[in-house]
């Protein structure tokens, strides 16, 4: 049986302010991320000040919003913000690419890595971002949901959605993708229960992600050159990478999480 999507946007207005599901999400991201790092560091796990602390958050704040914002103008609508120029800085519209943030939140962490020196290590920082990055992610894939962005291709399956705006009943692909992002945030949890050289949680995420966007992008109404999305084929410059990081540095460290000897 058919859905129809009546969800709205906006969670609550305040006087001639707005407060967005979709907004919020970031905001709640940023959150996360900053209790979280003051857990590691309460516990010695992480030896950052306080100062350094919100300069990470800003930094990688400012990253994931030009980053992504970026790359959804370059690869996914150029004439639209080109007619429209202004629209550009409309980020509680949507219109945020996952690979542009993920380029972004590199480059902020990379900067803010050499800021304190690089007296901790830069694959640790990545280790320690990835798991609430990866759930963030998912909960931000609801919320496009949510918004009625990013609907699936027009399908028959008795769970498709009528979307606002979109003809046919589509693919809800966006809680395809929340749904995979929750699995891989599983992963991620019980791989940093293993022992492990820094960096092997990030790869495991940048391995995964890759190929499990390959795979949801079959559902994606996005357009296609050869068949593929621009999103297919970033995702599998990242499955590419990731694996050959893996095999090629940490395969001890595969072998120990599948119980092999090493």
Known sequence: MPFIHNFNPTLV???PFEIRYYGLVYVLAFVIVYFYF?????????????EELYDFILYNMLGVLIGS???HIIFWEPMYYLQQPWKVLYVWEGGMA?????????VATYLFWRKIGRRISF???GDYLSMPAIFMLAIGRIANFINGELPGRVTDVSWCWYFPGYDGCRHPQQLY???????VFGWLVFVNTRKHKDGFVLWNMVTLIGIGRFVIDFYRDDP???GLTAGQYLSMVMFVLGAYVLVRYYMDDVKRLFGMKV
Not at 98 to 104: A, K, S
Not at 177 to 183: D, G, L, M, V
């Open 13 to 15: 207005h305040l006087g």
């Open 224 to 226: 296609t050159l050869l």
């Open 123 to 125: 694959a640790k920082l």
């Open 38 to 50: 003051r857990h590691l560091m309460k516990h010695k796990r992480l030896k950052l000040s306080e």
């Open 69 to 71: 914002r970026l790359i």
């Open 98 to 106: 996952f690979h542009g943030g993920l380029i972004g939140v590199a």
């Open 177 to 183: 993708s929340a749904i995979k992002r929750f699995i």
